[in-house]
């Protein structure tokens, strides 16, 4: 791989893009596409199956035979709620993989003593999320059982098409959470998305366990989806 | 420290940027039950140091010593591993499967 090609496709990761790499395998030679271009490029239909599935593989093609590497952007895992279960799933989360970000506009939980080493964001969330860019590389947690914080951090997740969306509480609080939405307008298809209770069930009980239970989700969420094109389900807002 | 993908790619360009002779080896294609996906990624240094996986560390060591010999020549180089392969009692992959590895050189 030329230096050049590597450099620019770091580029591509650093940014949060996703990018291919076109590599003829009997001559070595390759080439980079960026995300953006894969519309112009002739191997198109290839590459935006590729993408689409997140999945690398070997393609017969005019060009002869290519090894199209995918490379899509780390996924992210975005907790709201800078609790005791934060504090287990974000270590989890980063050693799983994902960039992990806190957001809790409450001062008191979102300190760097209960947080070591995690970037936490004491905002409320309609400042703090933008920023994220929050998308479908995107896993999306809400922990602070109060509707004030957690509510227009769910509007914003279900908007942006996050490939898991978890809330914690009760059947009972998470009925009253449907009616709140409800009445903000979203669909019932993009409350079903909503992953509550939250976890899987594993029955546990402490919040490290619980924090457990929610990475098993996430990732069966994650691995799951690789072979199915959701439908893009947008919230009203 | 464990290391994701990202630091991996990562490695490669600085490693090279810092002038050390430097390989890539990608998984480009398994059958049966592989321990790595295709597209996985392992960055190899001129003195033999790495990082990554292809393999559950089965044929990381093969991988390693043949990409010596692609930093030295700068030539590709196709690896395959598996049950049926004739070094299988050296270095196969007890899981079963069988796994090609390209071989690149970073430069």
Known sequence: MKLDILAALNAERE??????VVTDVESGRQRLVK??????????????EHLRTSKSGMEATAEGKVFLTVYVP?????????????????????LVGYDVTIVDPRTAFASPERFPDVKVIAQWPDQA???????????????????????????????????????????????????????????????????????????????????????????????EEVDAEPAPIKAAS | MLSTD??????AEDWRKNGRAVALAT?????????????????????GNFLGSVS????????VTEALDVIESGKPKMLEFGVADETAWKVGLSCGGTIR??????E
Request: charged share 20%; with cysteine.
């Open chain 1, 74 to 94: 780390a996924p992210q895992l975005v907790i709201i709620g800078a609790v005791h279960i934060s504090q287990a799933l974000a270590p989890i989360g980063k």
């Open chain 2, 101 to 106: 590895v390209f071989v690149e050189k970073v």
């Open chain 1, 35 to 48: 995300s953006a271009d894969i519309a112009k490029d002739p191997l198109r239909p290839q590459l935006a």
């Open chain 1, 15 to 20: 940014a949060r893009r996703a990018a291919i």
């Open chain 2, 56 to 63: 559950g560390g089965c044929v990381e060591g093969a991988v």
């Open chain 1, 129 to 223: 999320l933008p920023p994220l860019n929050v998308d479908r590389y995107t896993a999306f947690v809400a922990l602070t059982h109060d509707p004030k914080i957690d509510d227009p951090a769910l509007l914003h997740a279900l908007a942006r098409d996050c490939f898991y969306i978890g809330a914690l509480g009760s059947r009972k609080t998470h009925a009253r959470r449907v009616e709140r939405l409800k009445a903000q307008g979203v669909s019932d298809a993009a409350i079903a998305r909503i992953a509550a209770p939250i976890g899987l069930d594993i029955g546990a009980v402490s919040p490290a366990e619980i924090a457990v239970a929610i990475m098993a989700q996430i990732t069966e969420r994650l691995r």
């Open chain 2, 6 to 11: 990202n630091d991996i790619l990562k490695a």
């Open chain 2, 27 to 47: 998984v480009v294609e398994t059958w049966g039950s592989a321990p790595r996906p295709v597209g996985s990624n392992l960055v190899i240094d001129q003195d």
